[in-house]
């Protein structure tokens, strides 16, 4: 009773914003297709009639969700586009902003966001994803600022803005805040560096380095590796051995 008191108590907007919250909770616990409007109303301790004031449907009220994650999403990345900062800068500040708004601050809404979209109407299918190409479109003119500067390589701009964008987007799938070994600014981190310097050494280092990797195998590597790796010493010794003795000999 004391929650539907405090409904009851609170403004429009601001009980607009309480049956979104709940929808996001049901949806996100249950999947939308399970989930009902009872559930929404149950939570909120309403009837379902009163429920009825404020959301037509349960798909109006998925609706809604959609189009509060898009002014989230569309909130920072038109503030980061327009600063006045390289662009190499603005990718990383997209990329921190981008997991900090999914994956810590709204865990639940971008997980129907991003696993929902197939069971909204075909009308309300379609605005969405003219918003999300708009969204896209931000992310590839920051891209196309830095090629022209000469900041970023020569890439399609299109095919980068959607690696970055799907590469924080999939986090919903696997990242918990209460389990996951990493922080979302460990996340961050690895991410932007992965952008920058790729995964690789440059050449140059891999051609000088060679012995390194004989002398200093690996721990992980499989007993056979290490066998090899051995006697590769053992051969390089023995020739370093010969050359010694010959040497001796001459002087």
């Known amino acids: 009773m004391k929650q539907q008191l405090d409904f009851k108590t609170q403004t429009k907007t601001l009980r607009r914003q309480m049956i979104i919250d709940s929808a996001v909770k049901i949806f996100h616990q249950k999947g939308y297709r399970t989930a009902t409007l009872d559930d929404v109303a149950e939570d909120l301790g309403l009837t379902k009639p009163a429920l009825y004031h404020y959301v037509s449907s349960k ?11 898009l002014e989230t999403f569309f909130g920072y990345v038109y503030e980061i586009s327009s600063m006045k900062i390289s662009p190499a800068e603005k990718l990383r500040l997209f990329i921190r902003r981008h997991l900090k708004t999914v994956v810590i601050e709204n865990l639940a809404i971008f997980s129907v966001f991003f696993s929902e979209e197939g069971q909204l109407p075909e009308e309300d299918f379609q605005k969405i994803r003219e918003e999300k190409k708009k969204f896209t479109r931000v ?27 799907g590469m924080c987007n999939w986090l919903y799938r696997w990242y918990r805040p209460d389990s996951s070994p990493f922080t979302p600014d460990e996340i961050a981190d690895q991410f932007i560096s992965i952008l920058e310097q790729g995964y690789r050494y440059p050449e140059e280092k891999e051609k000088t380095s060679p012995q390194r990797d004989k002398t200093r195998p690996d721990e992980n590597a499989t007993p056979e590796r290490k ?25």
């Open 139 to 165: 992310v590839e003119e920051i891209i196309e600022e830095g090629i022209s500067q000469g900041c970023f390589r020569t890439l399609k701009p299109k095919l980068l803005a959607y690696a970055i964008i």
């Open 59 to 69: 798909e109006n009220l998925l609706f809604q969700i959609y189009m509060q994650a």
């Open 227 to 251: 066998r090899k790796l051995l006697n590769e010493l053992k051969q390089d010794t023995d020739r370093l051995a010969a050359m010694i003795t010959e040497l001796e000999f001459i002087l």
